[in-house]
């Protein structure tokens, strides 16, 4: 949604933003500590520090408002203007700065303990690694897909299966490191390590779909 545009809460009554950012702050540190069935809207609304009624005037239910902390947690490092491809911008930089984006997200305490509940949680809950999946991962796969696409009609790389190609890009990317520090046997990459790890990730991507 462009930042011109203030939600609406009915006809006439623009929604409060930063009583939203309070609910999605609120509900993303309790589906972290409480899990998923573990948290209400009740007690999102106290932590808040709004009203019940409120919590559902931004959000119409649980499952709602978990699908918004979600997305709100990955626009946050990966925001939809980073994917696209201005004419004469080198390929490598774009994929770069995708791929350091990528790669703060996954590397971000917020992402671990999220990926961590969702793994834990997933099997009792099927449903529930599905709404994640759905809102986290599928966009930012949708949008890799989109641009990749767009820089094979371009020319400047010969991808013929966009989708493919987006999955390989971000599996490159998580690698050992991330699953590592998902195990907890070892810590995020510092800014050094990260920046060399995204760089040569790059480097194998633009050699294998290079014309």
Do not use: W
């Not at 931004?58 to 925001?79: I, N, Y």
């Not at 790389?157 to 599996?171: M, Q, S, T, V």
């Amino acid at each position: 949604m462009p930042a011109s545009h203030t939600p609406s809460n009915g006809p006439g009554r623009p929604k409060d933003l930063a009583k939203r950012d309070a609910i999605l702050t609120a509900a993303k540190q309790l589906f972290l500590g409480q899990g998923y069935a573990g948290t209400s809207m009740d007690a999102v609304a106290a932590l808040a520090g709004v009203s019940k009624l409120t919590v559902y005037g931004h959000f119409t239910d649980k499952e709602t408002l978990f699908t918004a902390a979600v997305v709100a947690t990955c626009e946050a490092q990966l925001p939809a203007p980073l994917f696209a491809f201005p004419a004469g911008a080198p390929v490598e930089e774009v994929l770069t700065r995708i791929g350091r984006g990528f790669q703060a997200l996954i590397s971000s305490e917020e992402s671990v303990n999220l990926h961590r509940l969702i793994m834990t949680l997933g099997a009792q809950d099927p449903h529930l690694s599905a709404m994640f999946f759905e809102a986290g991962p599928l966009p930012i796969l949708r949008e890799m897909e989109a641009l990749l696409d767009h820089i094979d009609r371009s020319g400047a790389l010969r991808i013929d299966n966009p989708g493919y190609a987006a999955e390989h890009f971000f599996c490159m990317l998580k690698g050992a490191p991330n699953f590592r520090l998902l195990l907890g046997c070892a810590p995020a990459l510092d800014d050094i390590e990260a920046c060399g790890h995204v760089d040569e990730v790059v480097r194998v991507f633009m050699r294998a779909y290079r014309p």
